[in-house]
């Protein structure tokens, strides 16, 4: 079992900036790839950035130019820097991880809001 707790949600101004961190327990090692989903009231889900444990990283075309996926895996982590954040950025972000069992953790969910 893996247990994953998002933090560094908040409320920022437009322009601003946030990092995202998700925190695997135990640990990262039996993962294959992690990833952010985010979910706006009245929106569906959306896929916003995933990395494998190799570190190749794929990230929405929303966002990209303006947010990067890394892990580190000796702190089993993972984050979203979140760059030049816009109103439509507003949403509950959530971590998933994906087991090398192909089991599906997620977190809690942190809210991001993007309000002047």
């Known amino acids: 079992q893996v247990q994953l707790v998002e933090s560094g949600g908040g409320l920022v101004q437009p322009g601003g900036s946030l990092r995202l961190s998700c925190l695997a327990t135990p640990s990262v090692f039996s993962i294959n790839h992690m990833g952010w989903y985010r979910q706006a009231p009245g929106k569906q889900r959306e896929l916003v950035a995933v990395?494998?444990?190799?570190?190749?990283?794929n990230v929405a075309d929303s966002v990209k130019g303006r947010c990067t996926i890394s892990r580190d895996n000796a702190k089993n982590t993972m984050y979203l820097q979140m760059n030049s954040l816009k109103p439509d950025d507003t949403a509950v972000y959530y971590c998933?991880?994906?087991?090398?069992?192909?089991?599906?953790?997620w977190g809690q969910g942190t809210q991001v809001t993007v309000s002047s």
């Open positions: 990395i494998t444990s190799g570190g190749s990283t």
């Open positions: 998933y991880a994906r087991s090398v069992t192909l089991q599906t953790y």
